[in-house]
């Protein structure tokens, strides 16, 4: 079952797509590769669902372009109409692969900010664990918990902060 923010970034991913598809067809391979590519980006979950995004990005600005543009260009000549579908067919094409490549780009983007928030979880373990108090009285580090110096039994007070006397 895909969740929200699932249906959210595909619906937003293929409004994109769809949009610059529209505006970048008539560019060829590039053009559909860049909006596959956005599409694939910007589509969270699955390789499956971002593929699908791009191309559905394609073929929903074809449709819109034939609609409102190349039915005004005179489709009965028959090699205009063979270019528009050849053309548009690979513009498909590429915008599929455009979106597995946007997406293996988005996956390792997503794994590499996994990557830090572990690596700065880790610092912030070992912080904790060479934190010590300073007693105020001798200066001799005691452990965190301490309420009364170990060495010199003086009272140790802790701020908030979570480390040292004040
Ligand atoms: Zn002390």
């Not at 819109?64 to 205009?80: E, Q």
């Not at 900010?113 to 979880?121: H, L, N, P, T």
Request: net charge positive; charged share 10%; glycine share 10%.
């Amino acid at each position: 079952m895909p969740n929200i923010k699932e249906i959210f970034s595909t619906t937003l991913a293929v409004i994109t797509g769809t949009a610059m598809y529209i505006l970048l067809n008539w560019i060829p391979i590039i053009g559909p590769l860049i909006v596959g590519f956005i599409a694939g980006f910007i589509a969270k979950g699955s390789v499956k669902r971002r593929f699908l995004s791009g191309v559905l990005s394609a073929i929903i600005g074809f449709v819109i372009l034939l609609l409102f543009v190349f039915s005004k260009w005179g489709l009965n000549n028959i090699l205009l109409l063979w270019i528009i579908l050849l053309w548009n067919l690979t513009g498909i094409v590429f915008a599929g692969i455009g979106s597995i490549l946007g997406s293996m780009i988005s996956s390792t983007a997503d794994m590499m900010s996994k990557f830090r928030r572990f690596d700065s979880s880790i610092h912030q373990y070992t912080g904790k664990t060479i934190r010590f108090n300073i007693c105020p009285n001798c200066g001799i580090s005691n452990p965190t918990d301490a309420v009364y110096c170990t060495s010199c039994g003086a009272a140790i007070v802790v701020r908030n902060d979570g480390g040292r006397y004040s």
